[in-house]
Nanobody, 124 residues
Framework: QVQLVESGGGSVQDGGALRLSCVAS?????TAWFRQAPGKGREGVAT????????VYAASVKGRFILSRDSAKKTVYLQMDSLKPEDSAMYYC????????????????????WGQGTQVTVSS
């Protein structure tokens, strides 16, 4: 069992920036960030492979968000720049121990462990 703890959410103005952190209680193969706005489904934002740091981003955040990891600290960071009101959502960290899963990388079913979420609000 792996526990994930997110932090770094908050309220910013349109065009602002935030950095989210996700700390894992153990080693994982892959970590992702998802977000869910009220009344909407959970959307994959970005994912990173622990071993080589390979990243994949959703089209909606590519070029604005950067995902990185500090393996020694078992921490993944999501740097969010040029934030827009439509980025407002609860952001969840997710992780999995399995290096290979036959699911799309940004699909909710790809991940076994989930954090409690951190709220991001962007006002216009």
């Amino acid at each position: 069992q792996v526990q994930l703890v997110e932090s770094g959410g908050g309220s910013v103005q349109d065009g602002g920036a935030l950095r989210l952190s996700c700390v894992a209680s153990g080693s994982v193969a892959r970590t992702a960030w998802f977000r869910q706005a009220p009344g909407k489904g959970r959307e994959g934002v970005a994912t990173i492979r622990t071993g080589d740091g390979d990243t994949v981003y959703a089209a909606s955040v590519k070029g604005r968000f950067i995902l990185s990891r500090d393996s020694a600290k078992k921490t993944v960071y999501l740097q969010m720049d040029s934030l827009k009101p439509e980025d407002s959502a609860m952001y969840y960290c997710a992780a999995d121990l399995r290096p290979v899963v036959f699911k799309p990388l940004l699909h909710v079913d790809r991940y076994t462990f989930w954090g409690q979420g951190t709220q991001v609000t962007v006002s216009s």
